[in-house]
C-alpha cells in the first residue's frame, strides 16, 4: 500500500474508503531560509499592523464612550436644574395666587367699608340737611 493512501472506515458498515492526500492537501512550493523569513516578517508585520489598528479602534471606543459618560453627567445635572426649578416655579405660582386671593378679599373688604362710610355720610348729610331747614 502506498504511504499517501489512507483508509478510512465508515459508521456504517465495514466499507473501506481509500483518500487519496495528493488530491485533499494543496501543493506547498518548497521555499528557501530567506523566503521563509520574508514570509515570516510580511506576516510579523502584517500582525503588527493589525495589532496597532484594533488599538486604535479600542482608544476610540474608549474615548467614545468617555463623551457619552459626560453627556450624561450633564443631562443629568440639566434635570435635576430642571426639576429644582420646577418646584421654586410651583411655589411661585402657589405664593402668587394666596397673595391675589388676599387682595380680592381686602378689595372686598374696602368695597364694603367704602359703603358703609358712604351710607353714614349721607345719613349725616341729611341729617345737617334737615337741621338747617
Known amino acids: 500500500m502506498p504511504p499517501h493512501?489512507?483508509?478510512?472506515?465508515?459508521?456504517?458498515?465495514?466499507?473501506?474508503?481509500?483518500v487519496d492526500l495528493t488530491e485533499t492537501v494543496p501543493e506547498i512550493a518548497p521555499m528557501t531560509a530567506l523566503e521563509v523569513n520574508t514570509r515570516v516578517t510580511e506576516?510579523?508585520?502584517?500582525?503588527?499592523?493589525?495589532t496597532q489598528d484594533l488599538y486604535a479602534l479600542l482608544e476610540d471606543a474608549q474615548?467614545?464612550?468617555?463623551?457619552?459618560?459626560?453627556r450624561v453627567a450633564v443631562d443629568s445635572q440639566?434635570?435635576?436644574l430642571l426639576m429644582e426649578n420646577r418646584i421654586a416655579h410651583q411655589e411661585t405660582i402657589q405664593i402668587v395666587e394666596d397673595e391675589a386671593y388676599a387682595a380680592r378679599e381686602a378689595w372686598a373688604?374696602?368695597?364694603r367699608?367704602?359703603?358703609?362710610?358712604?351710607?353714614?355720610?349721607?345719613?349725616?348729610?341729611e341729617q345737617v340737611y334737615a337741621h338747617e331747614f
Do not use: P
Open 5 to 18: 493512501k489512507r483508509l478510512c472506515l465508515s459508521t456504517l458498515g465495514s466499507r473501506d474508503t481509500w
Open 43 to 50: 506576516l510579523s508585520e502584517l500582525h503588527e499592523h493589525d
Open 63 to 70: 474615548n467614545s464612550r468617555t463623551r457619552i459618560s459626560q
Open 78 to 80: 440639566r434635570a435635576d
Open 109 to 111: 373688604h374696602s368695597i
Open 113 to 125: 367699608l367704602s359703603q358703609a362710610i358712604h351710607s353714614e355720610l349721607q345719613t349725616h348729610q
